[in-house]
Structure formats: C-alpha cells, structure tokens
C-alpha cells in the first residue's frame, strides 16, 4: 500500500501521533487554538512544538527519499 503514496506521506506516517496529527491540522488550515486542544500543548508552545515536527518530518522524509539500493555500506566507503 506504500507504494501509492507521496514520500511525504509515507514520511508523516512514521511519524509519532502528535507531530503527525499536528502537521495535518496545520496543513488543512485547522485554527492553532483547536489544534492545541487536540495535542495538549498550550499556545504559547505551539511554535516550538511544530519546529520540532517540522524537524522530524524533513529526518523522515530525507530517509525516505534515499532508496536502501543506493546506501553504501560501510566497508565500500573505506576501502575506496
């Protein structure tokens, strides 16, 4: 079923609950008082939390965008 999806999403899903749910409330337009009582984060953190999210979601995402073929493992990088 991955196959059909955008590396974004697959990069979301991997992803805990709380940065996942957040980013997609944010996405749809979601006001950030709503989505704070969906995450129990109180407003005044909420800009911290989604650098946070934003954060994991570009880790998951550039680890998506890689494919495992194109990974060398180690011992080819050092013996070149």
Aim: aromatic letters at 4%; glycine letters at 4%.
């Amino acid at each position: 079923m991955t196959g059909h999806m955008s590396p974004r999403e697959r990069a979301l899903r991997t992803l805990s609950a709380p940065y996942s749910l957040g980013l997609r409330l944010r996405e749809a337009g979601v006001a950030p008082e709503v989505i704070c009582d969906y995450l129990d984060v109180e407003l005044d953190n909420l800009d911290a939390f989604y650098r946070l999210a934003d954060a994991k979601l570009a880790a998951a995402e550039s680890r998506i965008a890689v494919p495992k073929s194109a990974k060398t493992p180690l011992s080819d990088r050092t013996n070149r």
